[in-house]
Antibody, heavy 122, light 108 residues
Framework: EVQLVESGGGLVQPGRSLRLSCTAS????????VSWFRQAPGRGLEWVGY??????????EYAASVKGRFTVSRDDSENTAYLQMDSLKIEDTAVYYC?????????????WGQGTMVTVSS | EIVLTQSPGTLSLSPGESATLYCRAS???????LAWYQQKPGQAPRLLVY???SRATGTPDRFSGSGSGTDFTLTISGLEPEDFAVYYC?????????FGQGTKVESK
């Protein structure tokens, strides 16, 4: 079964850091771009960051709201992607999802993790 | 940044009725990179349609997407009980991904 499993969420104080992991099973993570999304309580979906595959240089893109604070990376040998979140703000509180791009162009996402909750609070 | 506006905010319908959901973009969506997702409470989103009109694997054929440029539609022909959920459109362009605010399809 193709699936993604996120881990690493929890309660963290403003200004601190947290790293989320996204582990793939049932397929080779390295063959697909990966994106991170988030959803604040009772709100809609927001794109956070994106990482391309090796043949595209593993290049990354970020939403303006997290650029300079969040970093997306991947370890294809471990079938795992990461979201490093630094200088966390209260408004970063959300469920964070990782997902697999359906195609190399990254236009849609067909496999999603179950989500991991990040709460930023003092 | 392309802004997506979905309408209506809420649709109240009965099982068996058809639903039409709209998604309007603030500028033309690149190469029809427009997708639709379904999300139920406590669950991750599920891809229904990509490329504006192609059904994802496992999407029932009562779901159909159409449109191009700035105006897109998701039609559900004959609502089943499991179709009551929130639906989001999403576009990709200029190395950014944006979502509409969602349309809730609720049981009347």
């Amino acid at each position: 079964e193709v699936q993604l499993v996120e881990s690493g969420g929890g309660l963290v104080q403003p200004g601190r850091s947290l790293r989320l992991s996204c582990t793939a099973s049932g397929y080779t993570l390295g063959d697909y771009p990966v994106s991170w999304f988030r959803q604040a309580p009772g709100r809609g979906l927001e794109w956070v960051g994106y990482i391309r595959i090796r043949s595209s240089g593993w290049t990354t893109e970020y939403a303006a709201s997290v650029k300079g604070r969040f970093t997306v990376s991947r370890d294809d040998s471990e079938n795992t992607a990461y979201l490093q979140m630094d200088s966390l703000k209260i408004e970063d509180t959300a469920v964070y999802y990782c997902s697999r791009a359906l195609r190399i162009n990254g236009d849609a996402f067909d496999v999603w993790g179950q989500g991991t909750m990040v709460t930023v609070s003092s | 940044e392309i802004v997506l506006t979905q309408s209506p905010g809420t649709l109240s319908l009965s099982p068996g009725e058809s639903a039409t959901l709209y998604c309007r973009a603030s500028q033309s969506v690149f190469s029809d990179y427009l997708a639709w997702y379904q999300q139920k409470p406590g669950q991750a989103p599920r891809l229904l349609v990509y490329g504006a009109s192609s059904r994802a694997t496992g999407t029932p054929d009562r779901f159909s997407g159409s449109g191009s440029g700035t105006d897109f539609t998701l039609t559900i022909s004959g609502l089943e009980p499991e179709d009551f959920a929130v639906y989001y459109c999403q576009q990709h362009g200029f190395s950014l991904w944006t979502f509409g605010q969602g349309t809730k399809v609720e049981s009347k």
